[in-house]
């Protein structure tokens, strides 16, 4: 016999009542002064449950002889749902309010892993899978798209002779490649999806052998060929859905957290992505015979202008210039390659450099 | 309940109101909401919002007694499916008007689309609400018009948008003195009496002084302006009535949001429903009622209403009901 209070749904008096439990129903009496008793019998199928924790229970009958019992009794709630879990399933919310705090943390871990997981490794792998399925055309279009709205200004003399360099190697890339120089102190180079390389005249003027140019060049069109932007592009877009899911269900605060946490994420991935266009830079220079040192050049000119701006690696877009030079270095010694003269090159180079110095 | 015999011979009642949900176990049901809504791409959330609301309701007591809610999934993904089909309707409306070379028009069919959806939506999703939510069996219930209900809104948003927006603290005032007057809990009947002037006085002073202390005053604004919610509240039974009072000071108030946004800042939001259940807690346990009314006399009067899109419709325009 457990202490319960019912109410008959007519009026909202409370009325102090002892339940019985059997195996698959309730019983209990309302006494009332001046009034003969009533035994109430209640079949675990006429009635609903709502467990609010395991100091809490409504039992809800709304058959003609209903009403709904309260329940405060822990020992009670217990039995009864050992009992009633045999005839009903309890469902997931009900599993919580029941166990309190310990599953809900565990729930917790388990989704938040799930999540990480899914954010991680399993979305990006996607991401993947989709843009190998895209056609290049897309790239074009995109890299079309991204000139358009940045409409830099061209070198045209120059960009003739950077095409001609370029055109004396041969690129593995199933886009046809676009070389142009824009006049602009901006130390930089970039390349937009479809095969369209910027090089900035800042970077140019730096620059003191062909070897580096030629490993600037492999660099950027690395980018191109392994379809980095539309990659990043493709798994930004993708954990931005799913963020913006999470996020709809918790406060703003949390919301700029995770955004700020993403963005962080976002830098490593991106210095993958270097460091996958200096190795597959280093093939494409290989396979034109080109001195792979230019590469550690090129890095060693890098590290020079980042000196006076020095952001620590893990805010940063790029690796660290010196880990750069590391695995360069080791990619050198693993693979020594055959170099050849290049005279056209060279000439070609020395005309950039005397139209830049002008 | 706490008795007191007054010397006229009335028995004085104080029925405590408290709030009994802890938050290991809120925080539980927000999770698994927060899972099911991502999972099903949104669609689980009249159910996640069910589940909640149940939550909340069965730990809020009222004189040793807990509130139910009785609204379920499947009532709010109808209405939902409701409300979309009136936003596709609109939305349609709109394109073909675009496409037949009247939209010039559209403005005009937006504001009057929103001039009878809002006071729609505040309307039935009172009905709703109150409807679905009980306690000791004894359902809630709301009277309102809508006929009335939209011209007090319509009348006071025009007034607001002319005084440029000075008017809406009696906007504000005026639209709870409806709503809240036409709420029943079972026999008995709520009656709010606020006034525009006093609760435009108490804002504009709280604007002034939030602004002179830097921000500092706002909890003592927020304090008023609950303490106008609360104070002006009453119930009403046979003549008898309970009168509401709330005791939350500023100084209350600053300690109780500072601590909030503490524990939801060093924990990267994942307090959210620690912090609910604190606010919720803080709210109800600075509530007095006093009166006469004898509750386990009030009765059943009020239907039930199912009907929950304008619930929904609520929702998505982002209007609290309660």
Redesign the interface.
């Known amino acids: 016999m457990f202490k319960g ?1 019912f ?8 009325h102090k009542v002892m339940v019985r439990i059997f195996d698959e129903s309730l019983q209990f009496d309302k006494v009332q002064d001046g009034m003969p008793s009533h035994r109430y019998h209640w079949l675990f199928t006429e009635i609903n449950i ?1 467990v ?2 395991s ?2 229970m ?1 039992i809800v009958n709304n058959t003609e002889d209903g ?2 019992l ?1 329940i405060t009794d822990p020992e009670f709630i217990k039995m009864f749902l050992g009992q009633y879990k045999r005839t009903r399933s309890i469902g ?2 009900g599993l ?2 029941h166990s ?2 310990q ?3 565990a ?2 871990v388990i ?1 938040i892993g799930l999540a990480l997981l899914a954010h991680f490794i399993v979305l990006p792998w996607c991401a993947d899978k989709v843009v190998d399925r895209l056609p290049r055309s897309f790239d074009k279009e995109l890299g079309m798209t991204a000139m358009r709205s940045m409409n830099e200004d061209k070198d045209t003399v120059a960009s003739e002779l950077l095409t001609k360099f370029a055109a004396q190697m041969q690129w593995d890339s199933p886009d046809s490649l676009t070389f142009t120089v824009v006049p602009g102190d901006i130390e930089n180079a970039y390349a937009l999806p479809g095969g369209y390389i910027f090089v900035y005249t800042g970077l140019l003027e730096k620059l003191q052998q062909k070897e580096e140019l030629a490993a600037l060049l492999s660099h950027e069109v690395a980018h191109v060929t392994c379809r980095h932007s539309v990659r990043g592009v493709c798994r930004d877009m993708s954990s931005a859905v ?1 963020l913006s ?2 996020l ?4 703003s ?2 919301s700029a ?1 995770v955004t700020n946490a993403n963005a962080l994420y976002g830098l490593t991935y991106s210095r993958k992505y270097e460091e996958q266009a200096d190795i597959v830079g280093m093939q494409t220079m290989r396979r034109n015979h080109i001195d792979q040192q230019g590469m550690l050049q090129l890095m060693e000119i890098l590290q020079k202008l980042s000196k006076d701006t020095r952001v620590p690696e893990f805010i940063s877009t790029h690796p660290l210039t010196k880990n750069r030079i590391n695995y360069v270095r080791n990619d050198i010694k693993e693979h020594p390659g055959k170099v050849n003269e290049h005279a056209q090159m060279e000439s070609l180079f020395h005309q950039l450099k005397a139209l830049s110095k002008k | 309940m706490q008795q007191q015999h007054s010397p006229s011979g009335f028995v004085s009642h104080r029925p405590a109101l408290t709030y009994n949900g802890d938050g290991g176990t809120y925080f539980g049901i927000l999770l698994v909401n927060a899972l099911l809504t991502t999972v099903t791409l949104g669609f689980y959330y009249p159910w996640a919002k069910a589940k909640k609301l149940q939550y909340v309701y069965s730990s809020t007591e009222l004189d040793g007694s807990r509130f139910a809610w009785h609204g379920t999934g499947n009532e709010m993904f109808k209405g939902f499916l409701k409300t979309l089909a009136v936003l596709a309707a609109f939305f349609g409306a709109r394109y073909l008007l675009d496409k037949i070379g009247l939209g010039i028009i559209t403005p005009f069919l937006t504001l009057a689309v929103v001039a009878l959806v809002v006071p729609f939506a505040i309307h039935s999703s009172n009905r709703y609400h109150w409807s679905r939510t009980s306690w000791r069996g004894i359902r809630f219930g709301y009277r309102g018009d809508r006929k009335e209900l939209s011209g007090i809104f319509l009348g006071s948003f025009a007034l607001t948008v002319v005084t440029l927006g000075i008017y809406s603290s009696w906007m504000a005032i005026n639209m709870r003195n409806y709503v809240l007057s036409k709420i029943r809990f079972g026999s008995g009947e709520f009656k709010y009496e606020g006034r525009g002037g006093e609760y435009f006085a108490l804002n504009l002073k709280g604007f002034i002084l939030t602004f002179l202390t830097l921000g500092i005053y706002s909890f003592w604004w927020q304090a008023d302006q609950y303490r106008y919610l609360v104070d002006n509240l009453s119930l009403e039974h046979e003549g008898k009535s309970f009168r509401l009072r709330s005791t939350a000071e500023g100084t209350e108030f600053a300690g109780l949001l500072i601590v909030n946004a503490i524990l939801l800042v060093f924990t990267l939001g994942l307090a959210f429903a620690w912090v609910e259940t604190r606010t919720m807690s803080f709210l109800m346990s600075h509530v007095e009622i006093e009166g006469d009314i004898e509750l386990s006399q009030l009765a059943q009067t009020e239907e039930e209403y199912r009907d929950a899109m304008g619930e929904d419709m609520a929702d998505l325009l982002d209007i609290n009901v309660i």
């Open positions: 209070t109410y008959n749904h007519q009026v909202a008096a409370a709502e609010n924790n100091r809490f409504r009403g709904s309260e997931l919310h919580i309010l309190g705090v599953l809900g943390i729930a917790m989704i799913v899911l999470i709809t269900n918790s406060g605060l949390t957290l």
